[in-house]
T-cell receptor
Framework: AQSVTQPDIHITVSEGASLELRCNYSYGATPYLFWYVQSPGQGLQLLLKYFSGDTLVQGIKGFEAEFKRSQSSFNLRKPSVHWSDAAEYFCAVGAVDTGRRALTFGSGTRLQVQP | NAGVTQTPKFQVLKTGQSMTLQCAQDMNHEYMSWYRQDPGMGLRLIHYSVGAGITDQGEVPNGYNVSRSTTEDFPLRLLSAAPSQTSVYFC?????????????FGPGTRLTVL
C-alpha cells in the first residue's frame, strides 16, 4: 500500500521569503502525486499534480513541485510567499494499479506567514 | 454550478444516534468519495463510488454505510454514532477518464459525537 510522509507539521516563514514543503512517498511504481491546500474552515483545493513528463510541475498561485524518483520526493516550492498563502498543505499519492482511484494523504503541513 | 455541496455544516450527536451526511454534485462526475479528517492524520478514505449503483470500502469503513442510487448524490450514514467518529467529513467528486482527474471537495461537515 502507498503512504505519504510530510515531515514538517508546522512551518513559519516571513512574507516574501521562499518556501519549500517536503513530501516523501512510498509506492512501488510511479504514482500520481498531488498537492492540495486547505484554508481555514474550507475544503481542499488542488494546487498541482504530477504523473509523467517534466518532473518540474507548475501549479496555481505561483507554486511548483519537483518529482525526484531517486529520493521518492515531491516537494512543493514557492519563491516568494504572500500572507494569503497561510493555510494547511497536503501531499497525496494515488495508486495506478488499483481501481480504487482514491488518494492517500499525508498528515499535512501548516504554514504560518509572518508580516 | 454549485460544485460539491454538503449538508449539514455542523452536527452534534449523542452516542448511539444515527444520521445521514448528505453530499451532492452537479458536475455529472462518476467518481465520488467520502473522507474523514482528524488532527495530525490528514484525510482518510471511508467509502467511494465509481458510478451509480457501485460502492466500495476505503481505508476506514467501519461504522459507516453508503449508497449511490443517482450520479448526483452520495450520502454517508452513521448507523450508531460513537465518540471516535467525531471528525470533519469531506465529500469529493471527480470525472471519469484519467484515473486521477482533479478531485473537487465539498466544504465539509463538522460532526461531534458526545
Amino acid at each position: 500500500a502507498q503512504s505519504v510522509t510530510q515531515p514538517d507539521i508546522h512551518i513559519t516563514v516571513s512574507e516574501g521569503a521562499s518556501l519549500e514543503l517536503r513530501c516523501n512517498y512510498s509506492y512501488g511504481a510511479t504514482p500520481y502525486l498531488f498537492w492540495y491546500v486547505q484554508s481555514p474552515g474550507q475544503g481542499l483545493q488542488l494546487l498541482l499534480k504530477y504523473f509523467s513528463g517534466d518532473t518540474l510541475v507548475q501549479g496555481i498561485k505561483g507554486f511548483e513541485a519537483e518529482f525526484k524518483r531517486s529520493q521518492s520526493s515531491f516537494n512543493l516550492r514557492k519563491p516568494s510567499v504572500h500572507w494569503s498563502d497561510a493555510a494547511e498543505y497536503f501531499c497525496a499519492v494515488g495508486a495506478v494499479d488499483t481501481g480504487r482511484r482514491a488518494l492517500t494523504f499525508g498528515s499535512g503541513t501548516r504554514l504560518q506567514v509572518q508580516p | 454550478n454549485a460544485g460539491v455541496t454538503q449538508t449539514p455544516k455542523f452536527q452534534v450527536l449523542k452516542t448511539g444516534q444515527s444520521m445521514t451526511l448528505q453530499c451532492a454534485q452537479d458536475m455529472n462526475h462518476e467518481y465520488m468519495s467520502w473522507y474523514r479528517q482528524d488532527p495530525g492524520m490528514g484525510l482518510r478514505l471511508i467509502h467511494y463510488s465509481v458510478g451509480a449503483g457501485i460502492t466500495d470500502q476505503g481505508e476506514v469503513p467501519n461504522g459507516y454505510n453508503v449508497s449511490r442510487s443517482t450520479t448526483e448524490d452520495f450520502p454517508l450514514r452513521l448507523l450508531s454514532a460513537a465518540p471516535s467518529q467525531t471528525s470533519v467529513y469531506f465529500c469529493a467528486s471527480s470525472p471519469a477518464g484519467d484515473p486521477y482527474n482533479e478531485q473537487f471537495f465539498g466544504p465539509g461537515t463538522r460532526l461531534t459525537v458526545l
